[in-house]
């Protein structure tokens, strides 16, 4: 089973709209982090945000919140007023504690900003 | 500070030749992960070590190998190209291995293979 699903394989969204982006997670560990990653076309990877399994409050990093509800394993990254930037693959990531505890990411969302 | 550095940026190597890919974390990280992304499978973990220990794999063959110097800067091997391996190779570190802690990727490794 997949341990991250990210639902939305592309996404196509009007300039300075809001968009969210679903990431659902699979885990036994009380213990976990959660991290949301940009790949522009150019193929860099950017860290956006990061959430704690134990955080209460929802991260939030400028434009970009994560809406995190942990009974139902969700971790979707909101990004407000979307810019022609902002076009890009977006994974969702997680690290588990434990011996196998290497990060974990979905297949991507392929957000296209439209002018 | 400096990011992640990769080099060669890009490569072209023909099937059965072997190749190392090389990795610089941000000054101070002491983990590096290594990943694997095409088209067809996404990204795919390789390996992750800290101080000079692999501490997890992936499912990949054998042919794939990777070690971590003292200075934790890190290198990859791939040996007996095979088409499949055409692949961007993602280098990746951290401070630590905790939870909390993102990964800062580098700009990565484009191999080809004729």
């Known amino acids: 089973a997949q341990k991250i699903t990210q639902t939305q394989p592309g996404m196509f969204v009007q300039e300075k709209e809001a968009v969210t982006l679903d990431c659902t997670y699979d885990?036994?560990?009380?213990?976990?982090?959660l991290f949301w990653y940009k790949q522009p076309s150019s193929g860099e990877m950017i860290f956006l945000i990061y959430?704690?399994?134990?955080?209460?409050q929802n991260a939030t990093e400028g434009r970009y919140s994560l809406n995190f509800q942990k009974a139902r394993k969700s971790a979707n990254l909101v990004i407000s007023a979307s810019q022609l930037g902002d076009s890009a693959m977006y994974f969702c990531?997680?690290?588990?504690?434990?011996?196998?505890?290497?990060?974990?990411f979905g297949k991507g969302t392929r957000l296209h900003i439209l002018p | 500070k400096a990011g992640v550095t990769q080099t060669p940026r890009y490569l072209i190597k023909t099937r059965g030749q072997q190749v190392t890919l090389s990795c610089s974390p941000i000054?101070?990280?002491?983990?590096v992960s290594w990943y694997q992304q095409t088209p067809g499978q996404g990204l795919q973990f390789l390996f992750e070590?800290?101080?000079?220990?692999?501490?997890n794999k992936g499912n990949f063959p054998g042919r794939f190998s990777g070690r971590q110097f003292s200075n934790s800067r890190s290198e990859m091997n791939v040996s007996t190209l095979e088409l499949g391996d055409s692949a961007l190779y993602l280098c990746?570190?951290?401070?630590?291995?905790?939870?909390?802690?993102?990964?800062?990727f580098g700009d990565g490794t484009r191999l080809s293979i004729l």
């Open positions: 990746a570190s951290s401070l630590g291995t905790g939870t909390h802690q993102p990964q800062h």
């Open positions: 885990t036994s560990d009380q213990s976990y982090g």
């Open positions: 959430q704690g399994s134990y955080d209460e």
């Open positions: 990531a997680m690290r588990e504690v434990g011996r196998d505890d290497k990060i974990i």
């Open positions: 000054s101070g990280h002491r983990s």
């Open positions: 070590y800290f101080s000079e220990t692999q501490r």
